[in-house]
């Protein structure tokens, strides 16, 4: 696999949950770290969260204490917990791959996203 592929997406009411979850196999070349971004009808994608090969997390300030972003031990699989979701949340959620490092000169898509996958939150 290359592209991600997310999923887990639905419809919710305001303060339900939600858990994405973004297929991203690893590569033994290329080394890269994921990260959400999400687009609302009328809106420019905006970033989400991110989590780099060290393990550290990165937050949007308006998700910032509401939504978790965590990786399986494999770093196969990217996750998204969205707790406490407001209806401004929205949107079409993507992951996206982005190269950090790469082992040899071959090479290595620097840039990759998935298809999305929609959450509507409902007042």
């Known amino acids: 696999q290359v592209d991600p592929v997310e999923s887990g997406g639905g419809s919710v009411q305001a303060g339900g949950s939600l858990r994405l979850s973004c297929a991203a196999s690893?590569?033994?070349?290329?080394?890269?770290?994921m990260s959400w971004y999400r687009q609302a009808p009328g809106k420019e994608r905006e970033f989400v969260s991110s989590?780099?090969?060290?393990?550290?997390?990165r937050y949007a300030d308006s998700v910032k204490g509401r939504f978790t972003i965590s990786q399986d031990s494999g770093w196969s699989t990217v996750y998204l917990q969205m707790n406490s979701l407001k209806p401004e949340d929205t949107a079409m959620y993507y992951c996206?791959?982005?190269?950090?490092?790469?082992?040899?000169?071959?090479?290595?898509?620097?840039?990759?996203w998935g298809q999305g996958t929609q959450v509507t939150v409902s007042s």
């Open positions: 996206k791959r982005q190269l950090l490092f790469r082992i040899s000169p071959d090479p290595c898509p620097p840039v990759l």
């Open positions: 989590i780099e090969h060290d393990g550290i997390p």
């Open positions: 690893g590569d033994t070349n290329c080394r890269y770290y």
